[in-house]
């Protein structure tokens, strides 16, 4: 299969219970910028190597969570075109207007068999990453906290594994690269729309609609190992790690937000090619797929969502 004309994810809306200490988490600790902010209260950040305007939108709210996950589509063309499929593969569609977030052009908005609402869309203003396109620096200075470099993927879970994952790869031309199976059954699976080991993660679980983590990337194992120490130095609310998976080979570290999203910071993975097979784990195996190095399940980890 040709690489999908879906580009990358685009952005996240994540649910907050206090704006302020979602802002200072995001901003200060994680590291992203501040861009905007809306006359709907709404803040947009985005990782410091993007070029688009915003990859995190923070909305106040009574419960956390995550609002919907986007992605960017190549042009105009293929946003219609993905829209009649969305359609025809019995999603309940909404095209949302230019403007409605800051920055962006219209969106395509739909539904999936695990209850999760998605996005697509093909235009965003340019931010930049403060070193232009003709002989650029290799990195900024003055960044914050962990020096996120950008939004990289969502895990979620829900009970119609099955359905979104045809939903991605039939419809948006996605690729499956790993997957977890308890004998006949997919238990979780891994999906691209690039060359990357993951865009979207899903694992089967009897509610709907629920989040796992949201995931930036940072430049390497020794930045892991730094956020750890922010992470210690802050006092912010640890999950697990720093660890590495068997699963995509991220090196990686777990925790939370003041409102109780579990965020991750990784570095790492491997380049997918549409030609390869995917990789398959076995649950006797979970232990080792999940975190590589002590081989123990986590019960917090598993079990914990938003």
Not at 181 to 196: I, R, T
Not at 271 to 290: C, K, M, N, V
Request: aromatic share 10%; charged share 25%.
């Amino acid at each position: 299969m040709a690489l999908s004309a879906v580009l990358r994810p685009g952005h996240v809306g994540l649910r907050v219970l206090d704006l302020d200490a979602a802002l200072k988490h995001y901003r200060d600790s994680l590291g992203l910028i501040e861009t905007a902010r809306d006359a709907q209260g709404r803040i947009y950040l985005k990782g410091w190597d993007e070029l688009d305007w915003f990859s995190v939108v923070l909305r106040e709210a009574d419960a956390p969570g995550m609002d919907y996950m986007a992605f960017k589509v190549l042009n105009a063309t293929h946003l219609a075109r993905y829209e009649a499929a969305l359609k025809a593969f019995g999603c309940k569609v909404e095209c949302i207007p230019a403007g409605e977030l800051a920055h962006c052009g219209e969106r395509v908005r739909f539904d999936s068999p695990t209850g999760h609402v998605f996005e697509l869309y093909c235009e965003k203003e340019v931010y930049g990453n403060g070193m232009g396109r003709q002989n650029p620096n290799p990195w900024v200075e003055g960044l914050k906290g962990m020096q996120a470099q950008r939004f990289d993927h969502c895990l979620i879970y829900g009970d119609d594994l099955d359905g979104t994952v045809k939903l991605f790869r039939e419809v948006l031309e996605f690729d499956l690269t790993e997957r977890v199976m308890e004998g006949d059954l997919m238990v979780g699976a891994f999906l691209c729309c690039s060359n990357k080991a993951h865009d979207l993660a899903l694992i089967r679980h009897p509610e709907k609609a629920k989040l796992h983590h949201v995931s930036f990337l940072l430049g390497s194992w020794e930045e892991v190992l730094r956020a750890a120490d922010l992470i210690s130095m802050h006092d912010i609310s640890l999950d697990i790690g720093p660890t590495r998976h068997g699963i995509t080979r991220g090196r990686t570290i777990y925790f939370f937000d003041p409102s109780g999203n579990r965020n991750e910071v990784f570095s790492g993975d491997y380049t997918w090619y549409p030609d390869h097979e995917p990789i398959t784990w076995t649950t006797d195996q979970l232990g080792r797929a999940i975190f590589f190095h002590d081989r123990q399940l986590n019960e917090k980890f598993l079990s914990v969502v938003t």
